[in-house]
T-cell receptor, first 114, second 107 residues
């Protein structure tokens, strides 16, 4: 389809392991966002990429979290040495990038850290 | 003051009734405003943008009050399928989501 694609849809890992979550945005969208949503909670901003500009990493909760976006398209969110409090749904969204542009979300990657 | 604040609810409303939510924002320089809908265990989806002049889409009306820094969403003739969490979204140099207002439409 032409929507935002995220993988894996579900990931169960053991505490201390590293995980990588992938986001494939809508083609041509210059802006890409990562959010985290814990059960019953609101969306927590993590990181924002806009074109070739330096990403806004102000929402990353610790240095265990990092993200990159290669070639202005696919993005990978990496969580090192996972902790139980990292368990959440990680949502990726892309946008055309204009000030009024709508965000289009993927279905999310549900991470469970045992 | 939080950047975007919403009443978390839940609002329990009988089918057919009218319900309204407000959302306040703290940054007076905010440029764009939206209402998103999120169903249980699903991703958020755009419900409607909010324009300065107010806008209507079927049973849904959105309004912006810049002076008081709030936006509103009015749902008329509510349906069971309107049950969801409604997220207020404000955009300035970043996009900020409110924590959402839960709505339950009762048969």
């Amino acid at each position: 389809g032409a929507g935002v694609s995220q993988s894996p849809s579900n990931k169960v890992t053991e505490k201390g392991k590293d995980v990588e979550l992938r986001c494939d945005p809508i083609s041509g969208h210059t802006a890409l966002y990562w959010y985290r949503q814990s059960l019953g909670q609101g969306l927590e901003f993590l990181i924002y990429f806009q074109g070739n500009s330096a990403p806004d990493k102000s929402g990353l909760p610790s240095d265990r979290f990092s993200a990159e976006r290669t070639g202005g398209s696919v993005s990978t969110l990496t969580i090192q040495r996972t902790q139980q409090e990292d368990s959440a749904v990680y949502l990726c969204a892309s946008s055309p990038g204009s000030p009024a542009g709508e965000l289009f979300f993927g279905e999310g990657s549900r991470l469970t850290v045992l | 003051r939080k950047e975007v604040e919403q009443d978390p609810g839940p609002f329990n409303v009988p089918e057919g009734a009218t319900v309204a939510f407000n959302c306040t924002y703290s940054n007076s320089a905010s440029q764009s405003f939206f209402w998103y809908r999120q169903d249980c265990r699903k991703e958020p989806k755009l419900l409607m943008s909010v324009y300065s002049s107010g806008n209507e889409d079927g049973r849904f009306t959105a309004q912006l009050n810049r002076a008081s820094q709030y936006i509103s969403l009015l749902i008329r003739d509510s349906k069971l399928s309107d049950s969801a969490t409604y997220l207020c979204v404000v955009r300035n140099d970043k996009i900020i989501f409110g924590k959402g207002t839960r709505l339950h439409i009762l048969p």
